[in-house]
């Protein structure tokens, strides 16, 4: 299902939590939402699924206002790490309620995900680990086939193989089940071979909207002689830089062409790619406000993909 | 979607396994006073202020568990509130069935000792034995109780430690119920003759008793209607 | 599994095309579909398919509608061509600068490259 975002305002009181939001996600796409600790990621998630009304703007999903619309809500599952889907006496308890109020529940697919993740009917919700009741969420929320499925920090308390098994489960059924899906996670290194774009938001506001392949792409390490490096990143948009002793080495974010590539090794400085934790540190730094380091089209700006996806 | 006829048939279990236990007990009590002291009341029409918390918290429940429950799984607060309506519709009449059962198991228990069924208290109805009358009693109450539940944990829901501020309101439901049978006000610590309805008949009691649990349900809307689910849970 | 820093298609595309100058992968062979390589590596669908593309749009694969992506028959002869040609930018540049800057005289280098002709 995709989703349409305009001028989205959340206040809590006198707090702005998400803050003139723009944007638009296309069907059967994976997206990455990242963002810092209140950044406004949950609400803004909790916005798209009708658990909370906006205080400005609109949010379409399939073409049609989402709160209080249950032709819409219906369509949409959303899993926060509290676990209003899963706080009930029994797992089973908790699989009866969504195979009753879930349109589209696969109980033998919910079956066999229990199955993977160790878990038992006859558990209490209250009695398992912080992992365990991750694990139950991700399967409420895969087993719920919605087709714009959100997972908010899904993970946290999952050990490492949890984890692996929930990120094969994801990709499988995402294949054979094609759906719009919205990560929010911390565990950025471990997740960005996952997306297909990015989202990263910072103090309520979208800061970085790309293909998560472009978005690595831009991101590079120059690093040098420290006034060589400053020399070759002026009018360049540097995220940050740092220095060891003669040697300097900066983040810039930007397309570098062919010709500047050459200019910087005949210069004796070395090229090198950024993971994605690095670039979102740096874009969502305090100190070097990112709203502003960032070309503001590149965030509003809807992709291309996506504006075929909005005429149809 | 179709309506929980499941869950509400297990909570009707519950609530039916909760009344065994608890009329075993006072059975217990009532031969205790009959063997240590003597027995000259109905020791049931004693007990029967308990299950009124019973009712209250079966209230609080709905919202506190089964609200962000719903919404969560994609349902509107429209959609809920109507279940829940029903849900009070069909469970208050249940729990004064087994109010109604307690009465005459009692009157059977008290014919075949030869104790005397006294009531202490002013009722709608003269005798235990008065079917209609004392499940019409006993369905008001209900009634006003788990609205008066419904609203309050609505209201703690909503906006937390302000919700201390819905109970006034809360024991207002609680009062207009027990105004309409017109007996007296039994909450802890105070009891006075409420005497607005001077001479109740059935249709007063009735109406009163719709009147307050629709009210209560009114009230309750007003505040789920756009709640926000919260974003972290206690 | 992959070094998480540079686009991960150029890094399926790269090691798709070692198979292909190797030999594991030969001529008219079909490749694994995108989305075993998804499922295999634990990435994006379409991050693989976008390697796929670049293979095709450089004529290393090609497309059989319906059934998937088979290595072109020319592809291993026009790989080791291309190697050939960015041998001696990519492999001798960099061992002479390295030559240099480590004070290995270059006739030395040339001495070895001469041994190492007379053993193979």
Known sequence: MNVEVRDLRVDYGEVRAVDGMTFSLGEGKIYGLLGRNGSGKTTLMSVLAGFRRQSGGTVRVGGRPVFENGKVTGEICLIRDAGETIDIDKVDDALYFAEWLRPRWDAAYANELLERFGLRRKMSVKAMSKGQRSALGVVVGLASRSPLTMFDESYLGMDAPSRYAFYDALLADFMAHPRTIILSTHLIEEYSPLFEEVMIIDRGRLVVREESQTLLARGTAVTGPADRVAEFTAGLTVLNTRRLGPTASATVYGDLDEARRRKAREAGLELGPIAMQDLFVHLTEPSGDAARAVPAGDAAAPHGADQSGDAR | MRFPSRLLASQLFFAGLVWAAFYAVVTLITVGIAVFGTLTNSVWESATQVPRWFALFAGVAMIREFLPLYIAHGQTRRQFGAQAAVTVALYAPALSALLVLGYLLETLLYNVAGWPQELARPHLFASPTDVPLVFLEYLVEFLAWIVAGTFMAAAFYRWQGGGLLSIPLGIGLVVLGEAAIGTELRLPFIRFPLGVVSTPTVLTVLAGGVGCSLLGLAMTWSIIRDVPLRNRLA | ?120
């Open chain 3, 1 to 120: 599994m992959f070094d998480d820093r540079s686009p991960i298609y150029r890094q399926i595309a790269d090691r798709i095309k070692a198979d292909v100058l190797s030999g594991v992968l030969k001529g008219d062979e079909q490749v694994m579909s995108t989305n075993q390589y998804a499922a295999f590596y634990r990435i994006n669908p379409a991050t693989a398919a976008k390697a796929f593309q670049q293979l095709v749009d450089e004529g290393v694969l090609y497309k059989k509608r319906g059934i998937g992506m088979f290595v072109s028959p020319a592809a291993p002869d026009a790989l080791r061509a291309e190697r050939r040609e960015r041998f001696f930018a990519d492999v001798v540049d960099p061992m002479v600068a390295e030559a240099k800057a480590v004070g290995i005289p270059l006739g030395d280098v040339v001495k070895r490259i001469g041994e190492l002709e007379g053993r193979g």
